[in-house]
């Protein structure tokens, strides 16, 4: 390892060895400081262990699925968007498959070989990558306001023209992930922006979770609605949902935990409100005319043709209307009630789990002080930030990925510009 380097990467993850390779690739000198023994180890266990490499969607869907800040790669996207992400990975011979809503994945539904295809590209142009190398802090030139290098906690001091921040955010701290450079982030004089779990198990004290009337119970596209205090719509999501032994989770619960965290900061309250439609394929019409078409058998049976048996009991044990009722016996305001509770299940969340155990982290360095076009500080010239370090986050499904990659492209062929 020299002592001075045109770019030094700190963090080899997603965004960190897609930046290392994009800067390469422009003929520069490129170090890349990891503090674990191995590289790309959130990177392995991204999309259950098969790496969700992109969602080959539209721009638009693409932005509307990063709730977080996703208006901000806009610029970014114009010059390295999911196609190209595409293109990456098959002209260096990963063959990949499209599933369901336009998720990317590698032919060997294996992590390891997006991780081997940047590793082999990073050898290949010359990358030097130190691994248990751990940062300690940057080093300024605070009379030019521009960044010198890196310190290491090993007391080396490793010079620059230009710095990369790919070190994540604190979701999945096994593997590295612990925040470090936040503290770097605030020496440069960037704003933090609050920290908070996003696709994160939801928390809940409803009966049916301390009681364990539907632990285990999973529904299948159903309709998640997260509501403000005047009941409007936060946020709507129709995918699975599973009840837990300490409250929810499933795909569309984990796309209303962010929200549901933001709401509880920003209200202060105690408590978030969501409900479920059991049935968003069928009006409340329809599922009255299926029931009129069964009238003679009992309540329990019709509804178990709509949802899971437990479930239909807790629906029949909240509205206190006996089992093995005969339809035809209820009375119109016990036909609405029912058809109303299967439309709007009510439920309630007191926040999600720890940053620690969701998914991807809400908030971080803040996009305001970045230049979106290319991820450089506008606060310290040659510093640039990647990844989930950023305050942007999305929806599962390869969008944060694509951020990652983004931005990681982004910066990294930026930055080797500008360090001659």
Same mark, same amino acid.
Request: aromatic share 8%; with cysteine.
């Given at each position: 390892?020299?002592?001075?380097?045109?770019?030094?990467?700190?963090?080899?993850?997603?965004?960190?060895?897609?930046?290392?390779?994009?800067?390469?690739?422009?003929?520069?000198?490129?170090?890349?400081?990891?503090?674990?023994?191995?590289?790309?180890?959130?990177?392995?266990?991204?999309?259950?262990?098969?790496?969700?490499?992109?969602?080959?969607?539209?721009?638009?869907?693409?932005?509307?699925?990063?709730?977080?800040?996703?208006?901000?790669?806009?610029?970014?996207?114009?010059?390295?968007?999911?196609?190209?992400?595409?293109?990456?990975?098959?002209?260096?011979?990963?063959?990949?498959?499209?599933?369901?809503?336009?998720?990317?994945?590698?032919?060997?539904?294996?992590?390891?070989?997006?991780?081997?295809?940047?590793?082999?590209?990073?050898?290949?142009?010359?990358?030097?990558?130190?691994?248990?190398?751990?940062?300690?802090?940057?080093?300024?030139?605070?009379?030019?306001?521009?960044?010198?290098?890196?310190?290491?906690?090993?007391?080396?001091?490793?010079?620059?023209?230009?710095?990369?921040?790919?070190?994540?955010?604190?979701?999945?701290?096994?593997?590295?992930?612990?925040?470090?450079?936040?503290?770097?982030?605030?020496?440069?004089?960037?704003?933090?922006?609050?920290?908070?779990?996003?696709?994160?198990?939801?928390?809940?004290?409803?009966?049916?979770?301390?009681?364990?009337?539907?632990?285990?119970?999973?529904?299948?596209?159903?309709?998640?609605?997260?509501?403000?205090?005047?009941?409007?719509?936060?946020?709507?999501?129709?995918?699975?949902?599973?009840?837990?032994?300490?409250?929810?989770?499933?795909?569309?619960?984990?796309?209303?935990?962010?929200?549901?965290?933001?709401?509880?900061?920003?209200?202060?309250?105690?408590?978030?409100?969501?409900?479920?439609?059991?049935?968003?394929?069928?009006?409340? /019409?329809?599922?009255?005319?299926?029931? /009129? /078409?069964?009238?003679?058998?009992?309540?329990?049976?019709?509804?178990?043709?709509?949802?899971?048996?437990?479930?239909?009991?807790?629906?029949?044990?909240?509205?206190?209307?006996?089992?093995?009722?005969?339809?035809?016996?209820?009375?119109?305001?016990?036909? /609405?009630?029912?058809?109303?509770?299967?439309?709007?299940?009510?439920?309630?969340?007191?926040?999600?789990?720890?940053?620690?155990?969701?998914?991807?982290?809400?908030?971080?360095?803040?996009?305001?002080?970045?230049?979106?076009?290319?991820?450089?500080?506008?606060?310290?010239?040659?510093?640039?930030?990647?990844?989930?370090?950023?305050?942007?986050?999305?929806?599962?499904?390869?969008?944060?990925?694509?951020?990652?990659?983004?931005?990681?492209?982004?910066?990294?062929?930026?930055?080797?510009?500008?360090?001659?």
């Amino acid at each position: 390892m020299k002592n001075t380097y045109q770019v030094i990467i700190v963090g080899g993850g997603t965004s960190g060895l897609m930046a290392a390779v994009h800067a390469a690739l422009q003929g520069v000198s490129v170090l890349v400081l990891e503090k674990n023994p191995k590289l790309g180890r959130k990177l392995l266990l991204s999309g259950g262990g098969r790496c969700n490499v992109t969602n080959r969607t539209s721009r638009d869907e693409l932005i509307r699925h990063i709730p977080g800040n996703g208006k901000f790669l806009y610029s970014a996207l114009n010059q390295f968007n999911q196609e190209d992400i595409v293109h990456f990975f098959e002209s260096r011979g990963v063959q990949l498959k499209e599933e369901d809503h336009g998720r990317m994945f590698p032919v060997t539904d294996s992590a390891r070989t997006i991780l081997e295809t940047l590793l082999d590209y990073c050898r290949e142009l010359g990358v030097e990558i130190q691994t248990n190398e751990p940062v300690d802090k940057l080093v300024f030139d605070r009379e030019n306001q521009c960044v010198k290098g890196v310190l290491t906690k090993s007391g080396l001091e490793i010079q620059a023209n230009g710095v990369i921040l790919a070190t994540g955010g604190r979701a999945y701290p096994r593997t590295g992930a612990t925040g470090d450079a936040y503290a770097w982030a605030k020496s440069a004089g960037h704003t933090i922006e609050r920290l908070y779990p996003t696709e994160s198990p939801l928390l809940s004290d409803d009966e049916w979770i301390t009681g364990k009337a539907l632990r285990g119970v999973s529904l299948r596209d159903v309709g998640v609605t997260l509501w403000d205090a005047n009941q409007k719509a936060i946020t709507y999501h129709q995918m699975d949902m599973i009840f837990t032994h300490f409250g929810y989770s499933g795909p569309a619960i984990l796309r209303c935990s962010g929200h549901v965290n933001q709401w509880l900061h920003q209200t202060r309250e105690k408590v978030a409100h969501l409900s479920i439609d059991l049935t968003p394929h069928h009006t409340m /019409e329809q599922l009255k005319f299926f029931a /009129e /078409e069964n009238r003679d058998k009992q309540l329990l049976t019709i509804l178990k043709n709509l949802m899971p048996e437990r479930m239909a009991e807790v629906i029949l044990s909240q509205l206190k209307m006996d089992h093995t009722t005969a339809y035809k016996q209820l009375v119109h305001a016990e036909v /609405e009630a029912l058809f109303n509770k299967i439309k709007h299940f009510d439920f309630t969340s007191t926040g999600s789990q720890p940053i620690e155990k969701g998914f991807v982290t809400g908030g971080g360095v803040s996009t305001k002080e970045i230049n979106p076009a290319t991820m450089e500080s506008k606060l310290m010239k040659g510093l640039y930030f990647c990844g989930e370090l950023l305050d942007i986050n999305g929806y599962t499904g390869g969008y944060n990925i694509t951020a990652a990659f983004v931005t990681g492209g982004v910066a990294g062929q930026n930055c080797a510009w500008n360090s001659f």
